[in-house]
């Protein structure tokens, strides 16, 4: 089975439990937590995917990590992962239920990406534009990769919008190397 689906069908299902508890948002904290573990402890990682390690050690590993951190729920859903073998699919799992969780609270992450830091005023209004644009609330990432040269990128949803002066000037080069009129000198 893809690892998606797996993951998808467990993060519903603490998802809706959570929901049911009403311990939505303190599940979301958890599960973002999960996540930075998950996500910064490499070596974590692979402790979780390795099939030498026995389901009771990693069951032992996770517990002495998580369990004066997380709420009851979360702490024994990270205890039936285990117990059916899909600790794997942690990262995953935690990715499903915070994107289920944004989605549940029409939050939309959208990410800039511009040459240098932008100011507050400018900040300000992109939250405004894209707020009325959306309909959403918007939680918003920022990048700075200096070699935009100038511009920005915005990513939301599955959209991109480019306005880099990179993407610019590639384009004048595809330009220019489809002009057959100036090729020859």
Do not use: C, W
């Amino acid at each position: 089975m893809d690892f998606t689906i797996i993951s998808q069908r467990y993060a519903k299902a603490l998802f809706e439990l959570a929901l049911e508890m009403k311990i939505l948002d303190r599940v979301n904290q958890d599960m973002l937590l999960v996540q930075s573990v998950t996500v910064e402890n490499p070596e974590f990682k692979r402790l979780l995917a390795s099939p030498i390690i026995p389901p009771g050690k990693k069951s032992q590993i996770i517990k002495g990590i998580f369990e004066k951190h997380l709420e009851r729920l979360s702490f024994r859903f990270l205890q039936l992962v285990v117990k059916k073998e899909r600790e794997a699919y942690l990262q995953n799992i935690a990715e499903s239920f915070i994107s289920m969780y944004k989605k549940f609270n029409n939050i939309l992450p959208v990410k800039l990406t511009t040459a240098q830091p932008i100011d507050d005023e400018i900040r300000r209004e992109m939250l405004i534009l894209l707020k009325d644009a959306t309909h959403k609330k918007i939680e918003l990432e920022e990048k700075v990769e200096e070699n935009l040269i100038g511009g920005f990128v915005l990513n939301l949803d599955d959209s991109q919008y480019d306005a880099s002066l990179r993407k610019k000037i590639s384009r004048l080069q595809k330009a220019f190397e489809s002009n057959l009129y100036v090729k020859g000198f």
